[in-house]
């Protein structure tokens, strides 16, 4: 078979990319940037400005399945969840239909429903009944939580879990019923290439459980005690309520809106269709799932290290340039770089709100690449100026200019690994 998919790149996409492939199927990468996808070639497909329709249809040709598994959980310039989860799947649905595609699946997500209080499932609702009414085979599934030691939702119950207390949303008794990936990579794989398929499935683990027991589960993998430090609900709407206006994770009103309302359903339907038993929670966390997700906590606490570290730094030079250091120094330095009276002060005063600034955005979520990036600049421009007007430092037994060397490999690194939702960079 020769089988495109959008957003083959995503969790879910790659895993049914790996599945295909081993399968001996012919996949086409379909996305923003797609991939390298061996001779079987890409397709470059952007929902916010889809090609045009003939342009589609012809590139379709031949094709034998077209899978959607394209999604966002925030909105982000023109990558609304219209655009994202409505009309740029249906151009691709569309025209998969008119270029003779038999079979189309759709990746959703349970609970969409076009008349949900929240956009992300409204949407993944409104795309599911309008491609559902094409006049082609249709399959959607419906996810629940998906458990993969890659993937950003697992990786980050794995951070909270590795606290001292793991915070919880209420007392933690929301219900959920999570799916781990090869289940639902094997799901996957079955829509595509069997003829006999239901058309709407959800994708849920064999059974439903309380959100502290999951998470009690990612504890007692990391030999923590059950230790748990219950967060009221109105105080956690006003949190993420803040976080979500800085732009940061993937905890938002609107997933603590869908975790109260439950994310369960009945698994008999899937276990059937595949003819095996689901993965059981208990089982998640093997042993070579630990220890991925372990060695990821641990990367992700390191840098958080760096992180503050630097910011510490950055902060407490701007403390100790204005009220420190005594001003006669500063400006008998600032002489020798050609800055003298208001001039003097007014650099003085520059370079420490500009260091003050980059210690208060290394603390925000938001475009810390961005930051890394200024930061680099600024000690570099420090440290040639510094070289050319008072070389000497060079010499100093205390090495000012030669720490510079290490703080520019560590903000590299950071530039390199840090991302705010714990991702690997790519």
């Not at 189309?104 to 609970?111: C, D, F, T, Y």
């Not at 510079?404 to 590299?412: E, K, Q, R, V, Y």
Request: overall charge positive.
């Amino acid at each position: 078979m020769r089988v495109l998919i959008a957003g083959g790149e995503g969790l879910l996409g790659s895993a049914l990319v790996r599945r295909l492939a081993a399968a001996g199927h012919a996949v086409i990468l379909a996305g923003r940037a797609p991939g390298d996808a061996g001779d079987t070639g890409t397709l470059a497909l952007d929902y916010t400005a889809p090609p045009a329709h003939a342009v589609l249809v012809e590139r379709l040709r031949g094709v034998d399945a077209v899978v959607n598994a394209v999604g966002i959980f925030r909105e982000k310039g023109k990558q609304s969840f219209d655009a994202v989860h409505v009309k740029g799947p249906l151009a691709l649905f569309r025209a998969a239909a008119e270029a003779g595609v038999p079979r189309i699946v759709q990746i959703s997500a349970l609970g969409a429903d076009p008349g949900a209080a929240e956009e992300f499932l409204a949407s993944k609702g409104r795309a599911d009944a309008q491609a559902l009414a094409l006049p082609v085979s249709v399959r959607v599934v419906r996810p629940s939580l998906v458990f993969a030691p890659e993937g950003a939702s697992t990786r980050q119950f794995a951070r909270w879990a590795d606290r001292p207390l793991t915070p919880l949303p209420g007392e933690g008794h929301q219900c959920i019923q999570p799916i781990h990936i090869d289940d639902i990579a094997a799901l996957l794989e079955r829509l595509v290439t069997d003829d006999e398929a239901p058309a709407t499935t959800a994708a849920v683990g064999p059974r439903a459980l309380a959100l502290h027991e999951y998470l009690a589960t990612f504890r007692q993998a990391f030999a923590r005690p059950p230790a748990f430090l219950p967060v009221p609900l109105s105080v956690l709407r006003r949190l993420l309520s803040w976080a979500g206006r800085l732009g940061g994770g993937l905890a938002s009103v609107d997933a603590l809106a869908m975790l109260e309302r439950g994310n369960t359903a009945d698994s008999a339907p899937l276990g059937a269709f595949l003819r095996r038993p689901l993965r059981d929670p208990a089982s998640f966390l093997d042993r070579a799932a630990t220890r991925a997700l372990a060695m990821h906590v641990r990367r992700w606490r390191y840098l958080a290290l760096m992180r503050w570290a630097l910011a510490a730094m950055w902060l407490g030079t701007a403390w100790v340039s204005l009220f420190a250091y005594p001003r006669a120094a500063s400006h008998a330095l600032l002489a020798r770089l050609g800055l003298h009276g208001g001039w003097a002060d007014l650099a003085l005063w520059s370079g420490a709100l500009l260091d003050a600034l980059l210690g208060l955005a290394l603390l925000a979520p938001w475009r810390r690449r961005d930051v890394y990036r200024a930061q680099l600049a600024l000690v570099l421009a420090y440290t040639v100026l510094i070289s050319v007007a008072l070389p000497e430092f060079w010499l100093h037994p205390f090495g000012p200019l030669l720490k510079n060397i290490p703080l520019l490999a560590m903000i590299l690194a950071l530039h390199a690994l840090d991302r705010p939702d714990g991702s690997d960079p790519r």
